[in-house]
């Protein structure tokens, strides 16, 4: 029985969105300072002529794959569902040059922390696991997902 050791990264980036059908101030566009913890967990390399020695994953390497797959695709976008009459508003902002996304969810904190689950999982090493994710919208909310609950 090995030592299981979680590791974490924070990352931040600020992303505008619209919850199109909602019944708030959240129908309309606006922006949030997203904070996004990944926490991976796996045990800490043990063969000491590996230049990664006692490490369970190089942060750096942690790093480029968030920012590959999330925070240099989301930064500065502004994401609408393209299930939505928001479609037509997005490609409008587009023909002006604005960075949307266009994804298959209401982009709300609890679906997008799903969809970034799926997307990190992809990209790591096979003896990485990711253990959680918890994506901050304001100071006072947030939605965590874990690996144990989505067995």
């Not at 931040?12 to 606006?30: I, M, P, Q, R, S």
């Not at 590959?68 to 508003?89: G, M, Q, R, S």
């Not at 949307?100 to 696991?129: C, G, W």
Request: glycine content about 6%; hydrophobic content about 35%.
């Amino acid at each position: 029985m090995g030592n299981n050791i979680r590791i974490t990264k924070k990352f931040a980036f600020e992303t505008g969105h619209a919850l199109y059908g909602y019944d708030g101030k959240c129908k309309n566009v606006h922006g949030h300072s997203y904070k996004l913890s990944v926490t991976v967990i796996g045990q800490p390399i043990s063969d000491n002529t590996n230049v990664k020695y006692g490490m369970v994953i190089d942060f750096g390497d942690l790093k480029k794959i968030v920012k590959e797959e999330i925070v240099d695709v989301f930064d500065h976008a502004t994401v609408f569902n393209k299930n939505t009459p928001h479609v037509e508003l997005a490609k409008e902002l587009q023909a002006r040059d604005h960075n949307v996304l266009l994804v298959d969810y209401q982009p709300t904190s609890e679906m997008m922390v799903i969809d970034f689950a799926q997307k990190i999982k992809q990209r790591l090493p096979k003896h990485i696991n990711l253990h959680s994710l918890k994506l901050q919208e304001t100071d006072s909310s947030f939605a965590q997902w874990f690996a144990h609950d989505n067995t």
